[in-house]
């Protein structure tokens, strides 16, 4: 095969739409797992999509779900993909403690279908299991590969199965298998209920005068946050070293939630004291009250490193966020790109 054809489950995330970005500089064939919905979910990759019958296409999506083992086998035996990157979770922290049960089935056991699909069907892959650094829960800062886990979600419990899972495939088959274990990354690509992006939006608003409040629940955690596009050039990296390994990836720079908003507004040239709110409803159950990595082993084995600070972020979303808002009096059709969709044929 000359060109080298890559799956990617959660293809329509912020991670996704950006590795899917990548690849395709790179010149691969891309493939990309979407959830059926009654309404288009691909806004993040409208401008990459091409229609398939064009002779020229390198991005086809692909109707399943992570939860449906056998269609995840017969994808993976058609397409041949020569590298898998597991993107696909409820990745929400917060919305876990809601619903634990779907988080552990989606985020955790998805894992495991997508690595027995490869084993079955004998293809030969990397498989790239996205982790988080959630999974060091109340550990000291700064964390590393060597640090002890210990999640404090629904979320981070899940992600320590999928990590774990992903190891065991790796020293039991030969499976070229690692974890990325990627600190807080960010971009305005972001999900709206995200802090960082629910904070820029929400300053964006207060300053075009459409919205007077912001409400918020812990100020005090502290989060180690980069850009998510240099994130997915890391994930990338990973798959291409000569044995496989697991790896954190982060800034190594630790940021106050409240610093960020004092920054954010401060960008739109707001007193963020006039419009925080503070919600209970926020809160989470068990807190993680500090996040901060240390990419080390990246830097020495990848050559990989974050250039993008926590500041030099919030700037960049405010800013495009500001941009969105101010496009938001064109028609829908006028700002996004319609995808020359048709059914797969798998």
């Known amino acids: 095969m000359s060109t080298k054809r890559a799956f990617i489950t959660g293809i329509t995330g912020q991670d996704g739409s950006y590795l899917a970005e990548l690849l395709l500089t790179k010149g691969y064939e891309v493939h990309g797992l979407v959830r059926r919905a009654s309404t288009f979910n691909t806004e993040r990759i409208n401008h990459l999509y091409q229609d398939p019958h064009e002779a020229d296409a390198r991005l086809f999506l692909h109707y399943g779900d992570i939860s449906d083992g056998p269609r995840i086998a017969a994808l993976l035996s058609d397409i041949k993909p020569q590298e898998v990157y597991n993107l696909a979770a409820q990745s929400h922290v917060r919305v876990s403690f809601d619903e634990p049960e779907h988080t552990g089935d989606v985020t955790g056991i998805g894992a495991v279908r997508l690595l027995e699909a490869i084993r079955m069907s004998k293809i030969q892959c990397r498989y790239y299991q996205a982790s988080t650094s959630e999974l060091y829960g109340g550990f000291s800062a700064p964390q590393n590969e060597e640090t002890p886990f210990y999640p404090r979600s629904p979320y981070g419990a899940a992600k320590l199965y999928s990590y774990w899972i992903a190891k065991n495939y790796r020293e039991a088959y030969g499976m070229f298998a690692v974890n990325g ?87 739109a040239d707001l007193d963020w004291e006039e419009h925080v709110r503070f919600d209970e409803r926020y809160l989470r159950p068990t807190e993680v009250d500090v996040l901060i990595g240390d990419a080390t082993k990246a830097k020495e084995k990848l050559g990989w490193e974050a250039t993008v600070s926590p500041m030099s972020l919030a700037r960049i979303m405010v800013e495009a966020d500001i941009e969105a808002l101010a496009h938001q009096g064109r028609s829908w059709t006028d700002t996004v790109q319609l995808p020359g969709w048709v059914t797969p044929n798998v």
């Open 181 to 267: 274990i990627l600190f807080n990354h960010e971009s305005p690509r972001r999900g709206e209920t995200f802090v960082t992006r629910k904070i820029t939006r929400a300053v964006a608003r207060i300053k075009a005068g459409l919205d007077d409040a912001l409400y918020m629940g812990n100020l005090d955690s502290i989060r180690d946050w980069g850009y998510a596009p240099e994130y997915v050039e890391g994930m990338w990296r990973m798959l291409q070293a000569d044995e496989p390994e697991d790896f954190v990836l982060a800034t190594g720079q630790g940021t106050l939630v409240r610093d960020f908003v004092k920054e954010a507004f401060a960008i």
